[in-house]
């Protein structure tokens, strides 16, 4: 095999191209003549067919990247035993062809230029160079885009860029600056354009110079606002400036000048380009103190002669923002309650340093008093009902000062009544009453009494007296305790020495007034009785004669008892009667009859003695008794017949005895007492032949014959 080849391929030669054939000998016989071939060491451009030597293109070749190929090729046989090889170099040669677009050179392509710079004036040069290496083209130059209004001009061929227009920063269409898109051509021989070209981006910045001065957006700003807008409240105020050069050309102060200009700031006051500016309220607002301001806005740059100027006004809406001031915090009066109605009492004043309606003031009672009236318009306060001190000793009435837009103050009227003596003393009670007891050691209290007057000092100052007693009015006195009037008694009172045991006494509160008005009240004192008198019986022996023919239940006598102590406890009422003695008696216990309780029988008693006894109503060792004795002699009454003794009676008698011969003595007797009790005798029916002693009861003969043998013995 031969040791060095060349060869050349062309550029765009396809993916798969046969380029070469590389070819060896081996004299040998079998497979040590048969010869294998390979790159050493492989490349990634070029295979080769073992067997018969064929390179082969494997991969798209780049003559910009690599214009030659220097391979190795070994060729090998086949003997098994001791296989030789042989080495040959193979050098490949590329031609190149027109495949790649030119490139720009020194990008990125970007410069400033001076606002207002001449025309002509070169900016920059653009290059732009054949990137096929071979024989490389020349360049054709154009701009594509970004060159607003032309203002930049292309030599086509050197690539000059120079300036074609007036360029104004300040210029909307230019202040941001330019990006202008150039192409880039490769030409033909003929100075044609080809398809190959290139595009980059070219950026031109202005620079500014300082030849504006700031500017309002407007030459005039009015605006109108409430007066109670608070401290730091932007105005409404649509307020633009800019000075439209740029970087320190463009900074200014801002400043505001006029009359009262600090009641407003404003904001930003240092401006660079272009800025809104704020107006903000600076201190509180008052329409009745000023209403409108009138200022200059300037705009101030370092040159003198770039000043910008506006007017500003603002105007302020009159708003409710005062309330209503009382002349005085508290209204303060006195007077009479005698005052008559209709009286005018004062003038209530507020003022308003609202303007116009906001500024009236109109006046009210937050509660409308039942005893005045004020008059809305003018304040006078007049008294429409009657006063009374003693119902109401000072008013304080809340009174309102409302103005035209309905902001209210509130303030105190404060009336105070005085008072006049028209109060009569009262007493807390309609009547009085007080109790003690008889005999009780003096001094004691009977009542305590108070009376108010309604009235001030010293109509109020009240005195007292007993002005009237029923009895005894000298034993009662009065003492002054904590406001009260203690009524005493001075001396021990017996109850029996009054009638009821009542005292009745009218006592007087007499007040301090000129002149003095007074009130009396009754005060009943009432007097216990203590049990300190006995019962006393009307006769402490009581002697009675009764016929003994009395029914039972007849009335004997009535015993009568008297206790000189005058109440029902201890007093007459009080007595209840007992009796000790026999049965045949009774004895009511409360009106002292004594009563039979059966028929009484002289023959059988003929007196009674009875004990009786009255007790008041004491109780206990207190209780006393009155003690009597009856005596009671039972009187005979003719109720019995005689009685015969021995009867019956057997005489015998001669006959023919002489005239009063004693026959026999009869004896008769009869219980009955005295002319009732005396017998007389006779015989009956009359016996001519004996007489009978009427007296004596002796039967004796009459004269008369006695002759037994007849019918008549």
């Known amino acids: 095999m031969r040791q060095n080849r060349v060869h ?284 409108s301001y009138s200022f200059s806005l300037y705009a101030n740059e370092s040159l003198s002669e770039h000043v910008g100027f506006a007017r500003v006004f ?70 429409k009902d009657r006063l009374d001190y003693e119902l109401m000793r000072r008013y304080t009435l809340t009174i309102l000062a409302r103005d035209g837009g309905g902001e209210e103050t509130t303030g105190r009227l404060r009336v105070n009544v005085m008072d006049v003596n028209d109060n009569p003393p009262v007493f807390q009670k309609d009547a009085y009453m007080g109790s003690l007891m008889e005999n009780e050691q003096a001094p004691q209290q009977v009542a305590r009494v108070r009376a108010t007057d309604e009235d001030s000092p010293p109509n109020n100052i009240l005195t007292y007296s007993i002005i009237y007693a029923s009895q005894f009015q000298s034993y009662f006195s009065i003492t002054m305790v904590e406001g009260y009037a203690v009524v005493m008694v001075n001396r021990p009172l017996d109850y029996e020495q009054i009638p009821g045991g009542m005292i009745y006494l009218t006592l007087m509160a007499r007040d301090g007034g000129n002149p003095a008005l007074n009130s009396t009240v009754p005060i009943t004192v009432e007097l216990f009785d203590q049990n300190d008198n006995p019962p006393e019986f009307s006769q402490p022996s009581y002697i009675v004669r009764i016929p003994e023919n009395m029914v039972a239940g007849a009335t004997v006598l009535f015993v009568t008892a008297t206790d000189l102590d005058a109440s029902r406890e201890f007093g007459q009422a009080s007595l209840i009667y007992s009796l000790q ?57 003719n109720d019995n017949a005689p009685i015969w003794q021995d009867e019956p009676y057997l005489a015998n008698v001669v006959e023919m005895s002489p005239i009063n011969t004693d026959v026999i003595s009869v004896l008769a007797w009869d219980p009955d007492n005295g002319e009732n009790g005396t017998v007389m005798y006779s015989i009956s029916p009359a016996n001519p032949f004996y007489i009978i002693n009427n007296r004596t009861g002796k039967i004796r003969t009459s004269g008369a014959i006695l002759d037994r043998e007849s019918l008549d013995p």
């Open 8 to 291: 050349a391929v062309v550029l765009d030669t396809p993916v798969g191209t046969s380029v070469f054939m590389v070819n060896a000998t081996d004299p040998d016989q079998g497979t040590g003549g048969s010869v294998l071939f390979s790159f050493q060491p492989p490349s990634p451009f070029f295979s080769i067919d073992g067997a018969r030597g064929i390179v082969t293109v494997t991969r798209r070749l780049d003559y910009e990247t690599t214009i030659a190929y220097q391979l190795t090729v070994n060729a090998t046989d086949q003997d098994k035993l001791r296989p030789l090889s042989s080495l040959a170099n193979l050098a490949i040669t590329i031609t190149d062809v027109q495949d790649m677009d030119p490139i720009f050179t020194n990008l990125p392509y970007s410069t400033n230029v001076e606002e207002e710079a001449p025309l002509g004036f070169e900016v920059r040069k653009i290059r732009a160079i054949d990137q096929d290496l071979g024989r490389p083209r020349g360049i054709g130059y154009t701009i594509v885009s970004g060159n607003t209004n032309s203002v930049f001009a292309l030599d086509y061929i050197s690539g000059s860029l120079t300036v074609n227009g007036r360029l104004d920063r300040e210029n909307p269409l230019y202040s941001a600056g330019f990006i202008l898109t150039v192409r880039g051509t490769e030409l033909n021989d003929d100075r044609t354009p080809s398809a190959a070209s290139v595009l980059t981006t070219f950026t031109i910045l202005l620079i500014d110079k300082n030849d504006n001065a700031p500017k309002f957006n407007s030459s005039e700003y009015r605006v109108r606002i409430t007066e109670l807008a608070q401290v730091g409240f932007a105005l409404p105020l649509s307020i633009q400036v800019e000075d439209k050069d740029e970087g320190v050309n463009s900074m200014f102060e801002v400043i505001l000048i006029g009359n009262n200009s600090d009641h407003f700031t404003i904001s930003p006051t240092s401006v660079q380009g272009r800025a809104d500016i704020r107006v903000r309220v600076a201190v509180p607002l008052d329409f009745e103190t000023i209403r």
């Open 581 to 637: 003695g026999p049965s045949e008696f009774r004895l009511n216990t409360r009106s002292g009859e004594i009563t039979t309780t059966a028929l009484l029988d002289r023959e059988a008693k003929s007196e009674y003695i009875l004990i009786v006894r009255a007790v008041d109503g004491g109780v206990g060792p207190l209780q006393k008794t009155g003690i009597a004795t009856v005596n009671i002699t039972i009187l005979d009454i």
């Open 314 to 383: 603002i105007d302020l809406i009159n708003e409710n923002d005062n309330r209503p001031v009382f002349s005085r915090t508290l209204y303060n009066i006195s007077l009479l309650e005698s005052t008559p109605t209709g009286t005018s009492l004062l003038q209530i004043q507020a003022t308003d340093n609202d303007f116009g309606t906001f500024g009236v003031v109109r006046y009210y009672f937050s509660d409308e008093p039942d005893q005045f009236s004020l008059d809305a318009d003018t304040g006078w306060v007049t008294l």
